[in-house]
Structure formats: structure tokens, C-alpha cells
């Protein structure tokens, strides 16, 4: 099979000639697969925060990279986002909603192979370390996706968090002090806290693991490798070094545009409220912490910038920076104030735009795209990228055509699934989202990018008309949800709970896989 990317490279570089026999001829490129958990678009090349400290995102971004502006995510969580991108199927197909859901309950799953199992099947060395797979824990021990590489080891461990100078919701703690009384601090969810380490950047879990792989990009491989990397910030906690926060020291930090009533268009069919600002947006407001909450998550993103710095670095030098398709990705978006929220787990843009750049070997422009793209066509594209056999039963397309030409006509929407029955459908310029219980938002990017303004009550013409073509995006009928496999507090905390399953090795018989 004539592989993509010679004839890709050769598209963009306006030298067209040989391309078959340049295709037919080179060697496989090897693919470093780089995740970002819970980074949203406020980086540089994306523009969503002017504030945002990220060199290595921009020169990663401005050296040949393609920079996919309106790439979202399949599922606006975790777990979701990450089992439909590796399994090539959509949560509507597998019943995956939620973080509590373990993709290899799923019948599609236990029968296909993940994108790594399909590079693996089909000649790669697979390798891996951090979190790329949303990790489950049962009786066994943890699932990590540890069955999906040839290669694999757990993600190193860093340090705990300065106590004197952490702030918490649910401890209700502000610089490491008691806060005032406050009925926000009451219901649970994971930890809302942010604050430095005790320790500097080379005793944390991510830039350990930066170093590791850094190491392994210095070998000789016998074949072309499969490299997942995945670092944990800026995921809550956010417990990074104090390095990360002094970087803002001399910057009057401030969040994004807030307003206040945003949510009152947001009517039920029965004409109730739809949403009302979080515990944790309150808790915020009620002691003036926005503003500081911001500074903790810009001083996160910062941090693993530094990560990926590292590995980008240890590539540039390595034996393989010339062959080397490198994809730098995040799960989801993360909302810090925008619709009185924060965290994710929304149909909003904030919470399912995500960054997305592809870099090609022998590029050296920065290409910028506004063609609408999900991770669910990462699968494809990097099959198709490298040469492998296609797989047409996945819910992905390929967006090879917006690499050669980041102008392409590209008349696809992208869907993000928010639960059984409710979706989130965008294009370039407009956002539909359909819940389960029937309640609809559309908004006009063009004129309102902060989805401030739901046109749902005013459907003129345009606005009928783009909620008709969305809306077909959206399935009729979605698969069951999965099986819960969540566990109690208290097995969470158990031994058992924390060690590494060993059951789930070796890796899966990749033969017996579709």
C-alpha cells in the first residue's frame, strides 16, 4: 500500500514529482503520540488566553507544524475522550460515557485492536509511559492500558504539595489557612486545590517521565516505533514547582471574560433552568479566587510545556527527528469561569475544543486550519498516514486532505458526545448541542465565539437551517451505557486498588484482533 506521507510532504512542498516512487521507497515513519490531560485552548498557538506562558507549544507549533484551530474531542471527559480516539469508535457505538466505564468491557473493544495494538499488528514497536488510557481500578489491581504496548512502564511518581501555601474547595483551605464558613465546600467531587510542590521539577512525576522518554528516543529501534508519551498536567491538582507560578510573578493574571447571567437562556422544554453556576465557580467567587485560580492553571499549562520541551528537545537531537510524525494532543478542553463553571464535562466550545498539531517530517511552515476535526480521525489519519491497511468500520475519517491543503472544502461537522442521547455538533461557524431530556442550544460562532447568546427561541432562516444540517450529525439512536465499573472511596484507597493488574499482561493476542 503507497504510504500518505511522502505524497503529503510532496503536496506541501509544491514538489510533486516521483511521488509514487518516493512513496513506495522510503522507510516507514516512526509516530510520537503525545498527550496533554486537560489542556484547553489557552495556549499561544490557539489564542485563547493572552497571558499563557508556552514556548515549546509555540515553537512546536511555528516549526512545521499543521495547527488544527477547531479540533474537538469525542467526549468532553476523560475517560470517554480517550477510549473512543484509541478504539477508533465514538461513545454513541460502545456505551463508553463516563470516566467509570472501562473500555475493555466494551464488545467492539475486546474484539478490535487499539491504535497501538493496529500499529503493533502491522509491523511497529509499541512503546509507552504516562497516562495516555483513562486508568481503571478493580480487584486485580489498575488498569492503565498496560495491554496495549509491547513496551510499557507506570508513570513515575513526583512529589506532594506545599501544605502552607495550598487552597482547596473541598477542604476549604486558602493559603493553607481555614477559609470562612462556606456551603460550597459541602458536596464532594475530586479535589478543586492548587498550590507548589514541596520539591523542584525534577522530582515530579511528568518531568520524570519527559526524561525517560527523552532517553528512549536515543535508541536504535529494529523497527519504526509507536511512541506514547502522557503527561498528568494540567489536570486538577494543580500541584506543580513554584518555578511555574513565580513565571506569572510580574503579571497582573486575569481570567477570561465572565457573564453572569449566561446561563438564564438555557431553558428546559418545560421552560426551567437547564444549569446554575458550580460549587466550585461559587466557592471561587464567594472568596475572590478566580483570578488566582487562573494564575494556578496557566502556572500548570507552564509546567507541561517545560515536559514537553524536554522531549522535543531529546527528538531534535535523536537519530529519528527526520522520520518521525509527531502528534501533540489534549483529551478535552477545561472551562475556568466561561459558563459559571469550572472543569469540564460540558457541550460547550470550552470544554470540547482541545489543542490538536500534527507536525510531518520534512515540514518547516506552520500551517494553520479552521476545518472542523475530532480525535475520533486520529485513528485513520495515522493508518493512513504510515501506510497501513484501512480499517472502514471506524467512526472516524481521515483528515489527510486538510494536511496536503489546510484550505480544502471540508463539509464535515464534528460531534461531541456528551451522554446517552445528548451530543454537541460544531462547524466553522456554528454550534448545535441536544441534550437527553430534549433542551437545545445553537449559537453563531462567528458573531458570538463565547456562546453568550443562544438562538434556540430565534430561529431565523440561518439559524433553522444550520440546526437542520447539525442536527443529522447526531445518531438516532445511541448504544446502551456500559457497565459501571467505578469503585468506593474506600477500595479506591486500598493496595490492591493502586498496583499495576497484573493480569492484564501479557498484552492481548493482536492476531485474534479485527
Not at 92 to 106: D, E, K, V
Not at 411 to 439: F, N, Q
Request: with cysteine.
Amino acid at each position: 500500500m503507497i504510504r500518505l506521507l511522502p505524497l503529503l510532504i510532496a503536496a506541501l512542498t509544491c514538489s510533486a514529482s516521483e511521488n509514487k516512487a518516493s512513496a513506495e521507497s522510503s522507510s516507514p515513519p516512526n509516530v510520537l503520540f503525545v498527550a496533554i490531560d486537560d489542556l484547553n485552548d489557552w495556549i499561544a498557538p490557539f489564542g485563547g488566553h493572552p497571558q499563557a506562558i508556552t514556548p515549546n507549544l509555540e515553537r512546536f507549533a511555528n516549526r512545521g507544524s499543521v495547527v488544527f484551530q477547531n479540533a474537538h474531542c469525542a467526549g468532553p471527559v476523560c475517560g470517554p475522550s480517550r477510549s473512543a480516539l484509541l478504539s477508533g469508535f465514538l461513545p454513541s457505538t460502545t456505551g463508553l460515557y463516563g470516566n467509570a466505564q472501562n473500555m475493555l468491557h466494551s464488545e467492539l473493544v475486546q474484539t478490535h485492536a487499539t491504535l497501538p495494538e493496529y500499529f503493533a499488528k502491522n509491523g511497529y514497536h509499541t512503546i509507552s509511559r504516562g497516562k495516555i488510557f483513562h486508568a481503571h481500578a478493580s480487584k486485580t489491581g489498575r488498569d492503565d492500558g498496560q495491554w496495549a504496548f509491547e513496551e510499557w512502564l507506570p508513570r513515575l511518581g513526583g512529589v506532594g504539595v506545599d501544605k502552607t501555601k495550598l487552597y482547596s474547595r473541598n477542604q476549604n483551605i486558602i493559603n493553607g489557612q481555614p477559609g470562612p464558613p462556606s456551603e460550597y465546600t459541602r458536596r464532594g467531587g475530586s479535589e478543586f486545590a492548587w498550590g507548589p510542590t514541596r520539591g523542584p521539577k525534577e522530582e515530579t512525576g511528568d518531568y520524570r517521565n519527559a526524561h525517560w522518554a527523552a532517553e528512549q528516543l536515543q535508541r536504535d529501534f529494529d523497527e519504526p516505533f509507536f511512541m506514547a508519551i502522557g503527561f498528568s498536567k494540567p489536570h486538577l491538582p494543580f500541584y506543580v514547582p513554584q518555578e511555574f507560578f513565580d513565571l506569572y510573578a510580574d503579571v497582573d493574571v486575569k481570567a477570561n471574560p465572565i457573564k453572569r447571567d449566561d446561563l438564564d437562556d438555557i431553558l428546559k422544554p418545560n421552560g426551567d433552568p437547564k444549569f446554575s453556576p458550580t460549587d466550585d465557580f461559587l466557592w471561587l467567587e464567594e472568596n475572590d479566587l478566580i483570578d488566582e485560580a487562573t494564575h494556578a492553571y496557566l502556572a500548570a499549562v507552564s509546567y507541561a510545556d517545560a515536559c514537553l520541551g524536554v522531549l522535543l528537545e531529546a527528538l531534535e537531537s535523536s537519530p529519528h527527528a527526520d522520520n518521525t510524525i509527531v502528534v501533540v494532543w489534549g483529551d478535552h478542553g477545561w472551562h475556568l469561569g466561561e459558563k459559571l463553571r469550572f472543569r469540564k464535562a460540558a457541550g460547550w466550545t470550552e470544554a470540547t475544543r482541545m489543542p490538536l498539531m500534527v507536525r510531518l517530517p520534512g515540514m518547516a511552515e506552520r500551517q494553520d486550519t479552521r476545518r472542523a476535526v475530532n480525535l475520533i480521525d486520529l485513528y485513520p489519519t495515522l493508518i493512513e498516514l504510515c501506510g497501513l491497511p484501512t480499517k472502514p468500520e471506524l467512526d472516524g475519517r481521515s483528515f489527510g486532505p486538510v494536511l496536503a491543503d489546510p484550505t480544502v472544502a471540508w463539509d464535515y461537522p464534528t460531534m461531541t458526545v456528551l451522554k446517552e442521547g445528548g451530543a454537541s455538533v460544531r462547524d466553522e461557524r456554528w454550534s448545535y448541542i441536544r441534550y437527553d431530556d430534549g433542551t437545545e442550544e445553537v449559537y453563531d460562532l462567528a458573531h458570538d465565539p463565547f456562546e453568550w447568546s443562544n438562538l434556540t427561541t430565534r430561529r431565523a432562516p440561518e439559524v433553522a437551517a444550520a440546526v437542520e444540517r447539525l442536527a443529522r450529525v447526531i445518531p438516532d439512536d445511541f448504544a446502551p451505557t456500559g457497565r459501571n465499573s467505578k469503585l468506593s472511596d474506600a477500595d479506591k484507597r486500598s493496595e490492591w486498588a493502586r498496583r499495576i493488574d497484573p493480569t492484564l499482561k501479557p498484552k492481548r493476542v493482536l492476531a485474534e484482533l479485527k
